[in-house]
T-cell receptor
Framework: GAGVSQSPSNKVTEKGKDVELRCDPI?????LYWYRQSLGQGLEFLIY????????KSGLPSDRFSAERTGGSVSTLTIQRTQQEDSAVYLC?????????????FGPGTRLTVL | AQSVTQLGSHVSVSEGALVLLRCNYS??????LFWYVQYPNQGLQLLLK??????LVKGINGFEAEFKKSETSFHLTKPSAHMSDAAEYFC??????????????FGAGTILRVKS
């Protein structure tokens, strides 16, 4: 079956611009996660959605970062007024939720470059 | 807070030799533990997971890992390295009781190089 998909695969933007990154989780997966992978910080958790519960936003690095999940499926991560330190690979993952021992399936990522 | 330490950012082995990638964790509760592999320009793929059943866990591609509570370790091994094993490997921990939420906490990663 189809895995987690992310778009775009690459995004180059200028400092100060806003960007939107999209994630399509595996069908039927109720949990969705965003992580960031950067050279200096490794793999960091950003935000987690589970069903209709309030999202866990504890990993978002600043108020320039936000995410939403519409209809319990597709998610969009938005970064406002991008900075050069936002350059990283943004990974999305999904899981079945509470019944799967937290096994997460990852998408290929979106590589963001802020000039 | 939970944390993961992977000893050795780079490991180099000869083809056919034993692969040993080290992972130690810190957690106030018995954790779930995972090993993921990442090939260049790809996402992470689950190799294996420990979820409080058998302490010796077998995964895909001939990898296995042993959970040792006394050593707080979850080292990844493979008896004989193959060229296709060259990749970056990540150890991760999560909290089964969700004290810390559902997120994975990753180690810094170990790049495995396989020499012919």
């Amino acid at each position: 079956g189809a895995g987690v998909s992310q778009s775009p695969s690459n995004k180059v933007t200028e400092k100060g611009k806003d960007v939107e990154l999209r994630c399509d989780p595996i069908s039927g997966h109720t949990a969705l996660y965003w992580y960031r992978q950067s050279l200096g910080q490794g793999l960091e958790f950003l935000i987690y959605f589970q069903g209709n519960s309030a999202p866990d936003k504890s990993g978002l690095p600043s108020d320039r970062f936000s995410a939403e999940r519409t209809g319990g499926s597709v998610s969009t991560l938005t970064i406002q007024r991008t900075q050069q330190e936002d350059s990283a690979v943004y990974l999305c993952a999904s899981s079945l939720g509470l019944a799967d021992y937290n096994e997460q399936f990852f998408g290929p990522g979106t590589r963001l470059t802020v000039l | 807070a939970q944390s993961v330490t992977q000893l050795g950012s780079h490991v180099s082995v000869s083809e056919g030799a034993l692969v040993l990638l080290r992972c130690n964790y810190s957690s106030s509760v018995p954790p779930y533990l995972f090993w993921y592999v990442q090939y260049p320009n790809q996402g992470l793929q689950l190799l294996l997971k420990y979820t409080s059943a058998a302490t010796l866990v077998k995964g895909i591609n001939g990898f296995e890992a042993e959970f040792k509570k006394s050593e707080t370790s979850f080292h990844l091994t493979k008896p004989s390295a193959h060229m296709s094993d060259a990749a970056e490997y990540f150890c991760a921990v999560s909290d089964p009781f969700r004290e810390y939420g559902n997120k994975l906490v990753f180690g810094a990663g170990t790049i495995l190089r396989v020499k012919s």
